[in-house]
């Protein structure tokens, strides 16, 4: 298991465009991969756009990203580093 | 008989009525022999490929004349390959034993759910989204041809339960005079459809299909949003006379909103936008303006659950700021009173609101209200072009006040770090007769001014705007109105400083006219004012403008000059 933190930055937070990217990055790797708030205990499936729209994670909450499997590392460095661009907003 | 509804996009249309109901696939709630419900998960596979197919078809197709339209369809695919989801369906089916087209029901039902109870509004339009893709799946497993809007055989009104962005996708635009539905509102995709392709839109109207019958004739109004069926001759003449109208207005404003402001004699008047909320809408004639003359900030308390905090207030600022680059952006104070007040911020009953503690005398009263604007504001002066304006100002002392707190808060942010702007400006409203009577001192203490029309005539008229018992007592012609311009004109152009009309005057042809000929070389308005205006100007001399300054500064009163103006210009 392989995790970190990051701060979502844009403006529109992780929602619309933003999650598209995410969970499309997201499907390209083999590991179960989810997300969540850090301070909090849900995590939801980085390859489900819905449940990640459900869970509404605005501009300034800081995110853990767990992986599970054999590309583990970098699944969450590469989604770490696709928030961190701010989603080119 | 008439029907009404919610307009969503205006115009007229009459034609006949096309109702539009596509098939509603009826679900097999049977529980599979264990035997069948391999096949049924190859089905599912096989269905959820042929959808993927059919969306980025579509999606692909969209992509050279309507990219919006095409992202919907972009979304759709994420739906599609949403691993949860498909973990549900393919769940129900193997271990529940459902058939398939039950399972797919029951998982986009309680996804749908989920999204409705979600805060944010943007999210809920969503479950539209899974709705679509959710009839799409059940069409492909039914083996049902997908039959669209694709082909219409004659211009039709399109009446319908709703369209979902599947039903409009391949829309024969050409063929549709106005879309009228059950459901939708003012923000649904339907709407927004409509507006961009500016087709008359009527939505909400209740029972629509059960009123009406495909082939019958019909005749739709929505800028009031009634809709007559089966209509006399009568009413009909009216209608196509109002068509008739709308399309000449239409034809103006293609004409002459994407040419530059310049009199007849080449001079050129800088035209502004009176801006509400910096929706994308509006933002959308920034290539059409000059500047922004009045940028109202008070949206972002209006509907407010809280009062708007720094950074909700920067975002906002910034994002209209770095919209229109080097363009200045006026943008207004906080300029709310007792008559209005939101729920943000409840105000204490006034006697006389107009006259009481509002705009920037409330915020010298609030000055945790005043800083957190002016901070915000400030912070985002480093994006753009701004202009701070102070509304309601009765007095020089106003000003030195309230550029004080300003000087104040800009160190305040300088010794945090902050950057701010080194060539913002600060000006203010004349709008209260006594800045009107002393344009000439007050010019000393601003770098700007603008004339609120609206709030001026009220204050010289003595009649509230908003009392329609006094109506007849305001009147935006008087001549003493046309005097307070002439007179600031006058004083702010010796001391070489701008000055605007900001007030619905401003965006009047008639009026704006005059203001040209008194000197006047700014004026901003709403977005629809901006084609008249230009070409008003087109059509005028600055000799000719002068001439008519002239002559309405002799005559007495509001009708006669509002004689002697569509004499003179129409």
């Known amino acids: ?89 | 008989m008439t029907l009404t509804g919610n307009p969503v996009s205006p115009g007229v249309a009459v034609g006949p009525l096309y109702v539009y109901r596509p098939k509603t696939m009826a679900i097999t709630e049977a529980i599979l022999r264990p035997e069948a419900v391999e096949a049924e998960l190859a089905r599912l596979h096989d269905v959820k490929a042929a959808a993927a197919r059919e969306i980025r078809g579509i999606a692909r197709s969209l992509q050279a004349q309507d990219p919006r339209n095409a992202k919907i369809f972009d979304a759709h695919e994420d739906i599609l390959n949403d691993r949860i989801l498909m973990e549900e369906v393919t769940r129900a089916i193997r271990d529940e034993g459902r058939a398939g087209d039950w399972a797919i029901q029951m998982a986009f039902d309680r996804f749908a759910a989920m999204l409705n109870r979600v805060d944010n509004p943007v999210i809920r339009e969503r479950a539209a989204d899974l709705q679509d893709v959710c009839a799409r799946l059940l069409r492909l497993w039914h083996g049902v041809e997908e039959k669209g809007l694709a082909h219409l055989h004659q211009p039709v009104i399109l009446a319908a339960r709703d369209l979902l962005p599947s039903d409009t996708a391949a829309l024969d635009r050409g063929k549709v005079l106005a879309i009228l539905t059950e459901m939708g509102g003012a923000a649904s995709h339907t709407a927004i459809l409509a507006r961009g392709y500016r087709i008359p839109a009527v939505l909400g109207i209740a029972d629509l299909l059960a009123q009406v019958q495909h082939g019958d004739l019909a005749a739709v109004d929505a800028q009031t949003g009634t809709i007559l069926l089966s209509p006399t001759d009568q009413e009909l003449q009216a209608l196509r006379a109002r068509e008739a109208s709308d399309r000449a207005e239409a034809e103006r404003t293609r004409a002459f909103l994407p040419i530059k402001p310049l009199t007849a004699d080449g001079r050129m008047v800088e035209l502004g936008l009176n801006i509400g909320t910096g929706s994308d809408d509006e933002l959308a004639y920034r290539e059409y303006a000059d500047f922004v003359g009045l940028f109202r900030t008070e949206f972002l308390y209006m509907s407010a659950p809280a009062l708007p905090e720094e950074e909700r207030q920067y975002s906002a600022y910034r994002n209209v700021l770095s919209a229109f680059g080097e363009k200045p952006v006026t943008l207004r104070t906080l300029d709310i009173g007792g008559d209005k007040a939101p729920k943000c911020l409840p105000l204490p009953r006034e006697d006389n609101p107009f006259l009481g503690s509002r705009a920037l005398r409330l915020c010298f009263a609030r000055p945790d209200l005043f800083r957190t604007q002016l901070r915000a504001a400030l912070r985002a002066s480093v994006y753009g072009n701004l202009w701070l304006m102070l509304p309601m100002v009765s007095s020089l002392d106003d000003i030195r006040k309230a550029r004080a707190i300003i000087a104040s808060v800009h160190r305040e942010l300088t010794e945090e770090g902050i950057a701010v702007s080194e060539r913002y400006k600060v000006g203010a409203m004349i709008e209260t007769p006594s800045m009107a009577l002393i344009p000439d001192l007050m010019v000393d203490e601003v770098d700007f001014a603008s004339i609120g029309t609206n709030d001026l005539c009220q204050y010289l008229m003595a009649a509230d705007r908003l009392n329609p018992a006094v109506a007849e007592y305001y009147q935006l012609y008087h001549p003493a109105l046309f005097r307070a311009v002439e007179c600031s004109a006058n004083a702010f152009a010796a001391a070489g400083k701008p000055l605007s009309i900001c007030g619905e005057l401003g965006g009047d042809p008639l009026a704006a006219a005059v203001f040209v000929g008194m000197g006047i070389r700014k004026l901003s308005m709403g977005p629809a004012s901006l084609a008249a205006v230009k070409q008003m100007l087109s059509r005028l001399t600055t000799a000719q403008a002068r001439a008519l300054a002239q002559t309405v500064t002799g005559l007495s009163s509001a009708g006669e000059i509002e004689a002697y103006l569509k004499s003179k210009l129409i």
């Open chain 1, 1 to 89: 298991m392989y995790s970190q933190r990051i701060t979502i930055q844009n403006e529109a937070g992780l929602h619309a465009r933003p999650a598209s990217d995410f969970t499309r990055a997201a499907m390209k790797f083999q590991s179960d991969i989810k997300i969540g708030p850090a301070d909090g205990a849900a995590r939801v499936s980085a390859k489900s756009i819905l449940m990640i729209l459900g869970m509404g994670m605005d501009k300034g909450t800081e995110v853990e990203i767990i992986a599970e499997g054999e590309d583990e590392k970098e699944a969450v460095e590469h989604l770490v580093a696709l928030i961190q661009s701010g989603f080119g907003e």
